[in-house]
């Protein structure tokens, strides 16, 4: 028996396991309805906003995450139990808080209302919705990629004479890449395909997710699969790419 | 010139030593968990002495403790490991920039021969073997040329002829550039090839200092005598 083919066998069963719902795509559900205008309008919306969301996920997510190895063992516990409550909310259930928790009538909902921002069905809810939805998963990915380095290699680097932020930029982040790429990837895949809180929060403008609810509320399943299609092969290249891209010589 | 007085408490005593060397090699000899690696830990500021001070030509390391990125040492540890994303070239140049890998061509050349590091240069750490590594460290170390260099066990789980190489080249350096070379390790014939004057310590005490013939002559402790295979 070839030494490969119980992995081989294992790896092909589980990729059959995972495609198979897209047999689905073949079901005889009638003549396939493209709707242009629907469908450029709601991957606009999916990719320009979600991009926006994770740029700030980045932003925040990874000096705190970094930050989180030089806390206290408690202070550590006690912020993973709050990342965590973010991660485990049931997608509708965080949306419904938050629109509750930033609805007009709280004291900070009122108050953005009267800054002229709107909390609900329009982008700034969309993309903070979004950042609810995903941060956490970035946090959570980029913590353990920075834990993987091991301090000692700092140490080494800083004995050589480079300044904490150098050591930062030329140790730390290139050892954690692939863990900081595998938790954007994350990120991104859970904040695109976000259904459940969006729906409460912003249903307007459409997003691919609520899109796809929509087209299959108005026309069935001939108007929602086309999209469906479009969506996967949109939003697969760049976790994908990203993977390829650090290459597989990370160490987290 | 080094001039430290380090004080640090461990759990079961204090480390206490006084040591004043100008640009030599001194070894610290002693059995394991006698402290001398705290005070190589103290004086790279991996460790932030209790009390006591740290100058190094003129320059004060301790109090209050300098950080150590700001530390002209080199600190060659048992374990030291490379940077592994980074070939053999980076590892070895990692603490020069462009202008001063220009500058220093010449020294980065000789580092290169002498520590037999052609066939290595563009090598990823991962594929080489435990000598290798170890030239390769000590390349990285000596190549900003510091003023102090700390080795701790250097050559450990090096083969003799190798370990005696990486000592006359050591000593030929140390005598052309004048740093001041601290080495720890508890065999005395690594040390004794490499470094004329020794600081004997035991439970974190000086008990003797000189040269290694005063202590073969007179060890100060049984412990001291049991080291170096003296009979009673």
């Not at chain 2, 170890?134 to 003799?160: H, S």
Request: overall charge neutral; some cysteine; glycine content about 8%.
């Amino acid at each position: 028996m070839p030494k490969d083919l119980p992995r081989t066998l294992a790896l092909s069963l589980t990729a059959l396991f995972l495609l198979y719902p897209l047999w689905g795509l073949a079901s005889p559900v009638g003549h396939w309805q493209w709707d242009a205008s629907g469908l450029s309008s709601a991957l606009a919306t999916s990719f320009g906003l979600t991009g926006v969301a994770l740029a700030i996920v980045v932003a925040v997510g990874t000096p705190l995450a970094f930050s989180l190895r030089g806390a206290t063992r408690s202070t550590r516990i006690a912020f993973e139990a709050v990342v965590l409550l973010s991660v485990l909310m049931p997608p509708l259930a965080l949306g419904l808080l938050l629109a509750l928790a930033f609805g007009p009538a709280t004291a900070l909902g009122g108050l953005l209302l009267h800054l002229g921002i709107p909390t609900s069905n329009n982008p700034t809810a969309f993309v903070v919705t979004q950042i609810y939805a995903s941060l956490g998963y970035y946090l959570l990915g980029a913590q353990a990629a920075f834990e993987a380095v091991p301090r000692e290699l700092e140490q080494s680097a800083a004995l050589l004479g480079l300044a904490p932020r150098e050591v930062l930029w030329r140790i730390t982040l290139p050892l954690a890449r692939l863990g900081l790429a595998a938790a954007l990837s994350l990120a991104w895949v859970r904040a695109l395909g976000e259904f459940g809180a969006i729906m409460v929060t912003a249903y307007y403008p459409h997003g691919i997710p609520v899109q796809l609810w929509v087209d299959l509320q108005d026309q069935g399943l001939p108007a929602v699969l086309p999209l469906l299609i479009v969506f996967l092969l949109t939003a697969l290249p760049l976790p994908w790419a990203l993977r390829l891209l650090v290459g597989t010589r990370g160490y987290a | 010139m080094l001039d430290c007085r380090v004080q640090k408490t461990r759990r079961t005593y204090e480390v206490a030593v006084d040591i004043l060397a100008g640009g030599e090699r001194v070894a610290l000899f002693g059995p394991s968990g006698s402290g001398k690696s705290t005070i190589l830990s103290c004086l790279a500021g991996l460790e932030v002495p209790d009390a006591g001070h740290i100058r190094c030509d003129h320059e004060t390391w301790f109090p209050p403790s300098l950080a150590l990125h700001h530390r002209s040492v080199g600190y060659l540890r048992q374990r030291e490991p490379l940077f592994p994303h980074l070939p053999v070239s980076e590892n070895v140049q990692f603490s020069l920039d462009a202008a001063t890998r220009v500058q220093e061509r010449d020294w980065i050349a000789e580092i290169r021969s002498r520590l037999d590091l052609d066939a290595l240069w563009h090598a990823r750490p991962p594929h080489l073997s435990g000598g290798q590594a170890r030239r390769v460290a000590l390349a990285r170390t000596l190549c900003r040329r510091p003023r102090l260099v700390l080795l701790d066990e250097p050559f450990a789980g090096l083969d003799r002829p190798l370990a005696r190489e990486l000592a006359r080249i050591l000593k030929d350096w140390q005598e052309r550039l004048g740093f001041v070379l601290l080495a720890v390790d508890h065999d005395p014939l690594v040390l004794e090839g490499l470094c004329p004057r020794v600081i004997a310590m035991e439970e974190g005490r000086r008990v003797q200092e000189g040269s290694w013939a005063e202590l073969r002559q007179r060890p100060a402790t049984p412990t001291l005598r049991a080291l170096l295979d003296l009979d009673p």
